[in-house]
């Protein structure tokens, strides 16, 4: 990712969780400060899946949803609510893989 400058103290961070146990991590703060940069960054080379929420319609979202899993199983992937993404992450993710949900207030809207 051209520009991206510094950081290496939270990239090592998240690095330090990702080699961990699976689990989960929450990256917040004030807006238009990197955060979705720096999962950009991290997230490079490894597996992931990369999911924005918008403001818009459930269909709109849903549709988000189901094509950033395509984008990860290779496969065209329909969903109808946000549990089903639940629970195909849970079904499609068999290797360590990163699942980001940016603006993740606006995908709990739905």
Known sequence: MEGF???ERE?????DLYMAAPQSCAVYGRM???KTALLKKFCEFKR???VS???GLESDIMRVMSDALGRYTGEKERLDDPEDFFKAIKRVCVRRTVV???HYSQLLDT
């Open 5 to 7: 400058v510094g950081r």
């Open 11 to 15: 990239l090592r961070v998240l690095e």
């Open 32 to 34: 238009r400060l990197g």
């Open 48 to 50: 992931h899946i990369y």
């Open 53 to 55: 929420g918008s403001d």
């Open 100 to 102: 980001i949900l940016d």
